[in-house]
T-cell receptor, first 109, second 113 residues
Framework: GQQLNQSPQSMFIQEGEDVSMNCTSSSIFNTWLWYKQDPGEGPVLLIALYKAGELTSNGRLTAQFGITRKDSFLNISASIPSDVGIYFCAGQRGNDMRFGAGTRLTVKP | GAGVSQTPSNKVTEKGKYVELRCDPISGHTALYWYRQSLGQGPEFLIYFQGTGAADDSGLPNDRFFAVRPEGSVSTLKIQRTERGDSAVYLC???FGRGGDQYFGAGTRLSVL
């Protein structure tokens, strides 16, 4: 089963607002990843983090690999309607990757 | 191809039947993974191939599930005597080597009636 606790489960925000979601684990991971999944599609990789403390940006997305290696957060700035979807965190250790249950984001225009 | 390709996109079957789900990974990716995603959940690991061999099959729920990758490229997930609880989206991912970033296909939605 899943070992990652992802929160919040869902968010309803206004277009233009910033969003923050996070993931915690009881286990240490070597890599943290954030994926976005649209209906009927597979998860799409947004950001990968490889080093404890690392802060990485990809456009309006910023993610950090927690210093304890047991947590990560994802921020989305200035949200737009196409940000709608389900965001998953994933922790990876070798070939073993575990996912959170997802954060469902709704953006109101 | 450009991305991971999974076929069929949807499969409806009856309880007790046998099904095969196919995954065609990104060209050059040596590692291939199968996951199962239930409604409202994240993907759950089933099995990992490095080349032709199943390096880790610890996620397979029982012996009705089996997967092969005979030539180190295309993989087939096989489910025998399907049960209603097998209904889920089955996702395939590939990566360039062990531990590499995983890229997912669109999945096969399996419905067991």
């Amino acid at each position: 089963g899943q070992q990652l606790n992802q929160s919040p489960q869902s968010m309803f925000i206004q277009e233009g607002e910033d969003v923050s979601m996070n993931c915690t684990s009881s286990s240490i991971f070597n890599t943290w990843l954030w994926y976005k999944q649209d209906p009927g599609e597979g998860p799409v990789l947004l950001i990968a983090l490889y080093k404890a403390g690392e802060l990485t940006s990809n456009g309006r997305l910023t993610a950090q690999f927690g210093i304890t290696r047991k947590d990560s957060f994802l921020n989305i700035s200035a949200s737009i309607p196409s940000d709608v979807g389900i965001y998953f965190c994933a922790g990876q250790r070798g070939n073993d990757m575990r996912f959170g249950a997802g954060t469902r984001l709704t953006v109101k225009p | 191809g450009a991305g991971v390709s999974q076929t069929p996109s949807n499969k409806v079957t009856e309880k007790g039947k046998y099904v095969e789900l196919r995954c065609d990974p990104i060209s050059g990716h040596t590692a291939l993974y199968w996951y199962r995603q239930s409604l409202g959940q994240g993907p759950e690991f089933l099995i990992y191939f490095q080349g032709t061999g199943a390096a880790d099959d610890s996620g397979l729920p029982n012996d009705r599930f089996f997967a092969v990758r005979p030539e180190g490229s295309v993989s087939t997930l096989k489910i025998q005597r399907t049960e209603r609880g097998d209904s889920a989206v089955y996702l395939c991912a590939s990566s360039f080597g062990r531990g590499g970033d995983q890229y997912f296909g669109a999945g096969t939605r399996l419905s067991v009636l």
